[in-house]
Structure formats: structure tokens, C-alpha cells
T-cell receptor, first 112, second 115 residues
Framework: SQQGEEDPQALSIQEGENATMNCSYKTSINNLQWYRQNSGRGLVHLIL?????REKHSGRLRVTLDTSKKSSSLLITASRAADTASYFCATGVTGGGNKLTFGTGTQLKVEL | DAGVIQSPRHEVTEMGQEVTLRCKPISGHNSLFWYRQTMMRGLELLIYFNNNVPIDDSGMPEDRFSAKMPNASFSTLKIQPSEPRDSAVYFC?????????????FGPGTRLTVT
């Protein structure tokens, strides 16, 4: 079963604009991760945020986590055409080892 | 490191045939995961291993599916007999189990088509 639901399912923006994707989940977690998948490729890890963290940055990426609302957001600033991909959130739970439950994904299209 | 290696990259087979997918995890990683991705069901975890031992196989759809990890550098996912509904992209991922949350590294996937 899928733990996370991404919103929106699809997003189309112009190059240079910011892209925001949201993820909601159902159970308590100990970490949340974001992955990118280019068409026809495997998933690539972007960023990991632990349950005791509220915000994390990596380059043009900013992730927030609100455990009280069971939600996270991924912000990509100054988007580029190369950012076109599907983005997935994934959650891990205490005692689950490194097992992750992936969401349904957001398809981002960045147009020139 | 070459990353996670999967073979074959593409497999086309007829219904009823046996299919074996192979995975070589990143050296030093001690967790290995098999996923299936379809448009309808998204990315599903089938089974995962820690230190070559299967920990959770609750995602394996039915007895036609089996997975093994005979050593730290090799795993197989077998479907016997295959059915058209098994058509999907199958991913293998590996990770380091070190007591703290850690990212997973995915292979390029095997695109399976069962006719």
C-alpha cells in the first residue's frame, strides 16, 4: 500500500519559475525522502529529512516537514528544463530498517 | 562504483515462461530491495533483504514470485510461470543498514513484457 500521496499529480511551469510539490502521509515516520525519476530511468535520491527536522536545503532544493500535519513539501527554485521528471516522496518508520513506502509521484514539466 | 546493476534491461517473454531478473547491489551495502512499477499501481515494494536474509516479503504478489539472495553481491527475482499482468518495470535498490535512516540507490530497472 502507498503511504504518501503527492500533490499535484502533474505540474507544468516555465523555466526559471519555482516548483512546489507536496506529500501527505498517514502514519508516524522517522524520516522522509524525496526521489527523482527521469523517464525510463531508475529513481535517484535527492534529500532526506529526519522526523526531528523541520527544514533542509540542498542546492536549489528546499524540503520542509510538518509532522503534526503529516506533510512535506519539496521546493525547486529557479527551475530548469533538466528538472523535468517525476518526483516521489518516500517514508520510513522506526524499526522498519531502511524500508521505504513510496508515494504516487508528481510529474513535473519545465518548459523553455 | 558502478552503482546497482540489473540484467537484463529488457525482457520479452511469452505467457507461461519462467523469467529470472538479476541484481548486483553496490559493494558494502547490506540491504537490498525489489520493486515493481506500473502506471496503475505505482511503485510497489515486493521484498527486501538485510544481510542476505529476507525480512519482508509481504509485497510478493503470489507464489509465482520468488526471490533469493545467495550472497551479498547477487540477488534474483524469479517469476514462474509468467503472466501478462506481470508486465512492468522491476527495480532493484540497495542501501546501507547502519542504524540510521539512509537513502536507497536504484538500478536502471528491467522492463518486462509478457505476451
Amino acid at each position: 500500500s502507498q503511504q504518501g500521496e503527492e500533490d499535484p499529480q502533474a505540474l507544468s511551469i516555465q523555466e526559471g519559475e519555482n516548483a512546489t510539490m507536496n506529500c501527505s502521509y498517514k502514519t508516524s515516520i522517522n524520516n522522509l525522502q524525496w526521489y527523482r525519476q527521469n523517464s525510463g530511468r531508475g529513481l535517484v535520491h535527492l534529500i532526506l529529512i529526519r522526523s526531528n527536522e523541520r527544514e533542509k536545503h540542498s542546492g536549489r532544493l528546499r524540503v520542509t516537514l510538518d509532522t503534526s500535519k503529516k506533510s512535506s513539501s519539496l521546493l525547486i527554485t529557479a527551475s530548469r528544463a533538466a528538472d523535468t521528471a517525476s518526483y516521489f516522496c518516500a517514508t520510513g518508520v522506526t524499526g522498519g530498517g531502511n524500508k521505504l513506502t513510496f508515494g504516487t509521484g508528481t510529474q513535473l514539466k519545465v518548459e523553455l | 562504483d558502478a552503482g546497482v546493476i540489473q540484467s537484463p534491461r529488457h525482457e520479452v517473454t511469452e505467457m507461461g515462461q519462467e523469467v529470472t531478473l538479476r541484481c548486483k547491489p553496490i559493494s558494502g551495502h547490506n540491504s537490498l530491495f525489489w520493486y515493481r512499477q506500473t502506471m496503475m499501481r505505482g511503485l510497489e515494494l515486493l521484498i527486501y533483504f538485510n544481510n542476505n536474509v529476507p525480512i519482508d516479503d509481504s509485497g510478493m504478489p503470489e507464489d509465482r514470485f520468488s526471490a533469493k539472495m545467495p550472497n551479498a553481491s547477487f540477488s534474483t527475482l524469479k517469476i514462474q510461470p509468467s503472466e501478462p499482468r506481470d508486465s512492468a518495470v522491476y527495480f532493484c535498490a540497495s542501501s546501507l543498514m547502519a542504524g540510521v535512516p539512509y537513502e536507497q540507490y536504484f538500478g536502471p530497472g528491467t522492463r518486462l513484457t509478457v505476451t
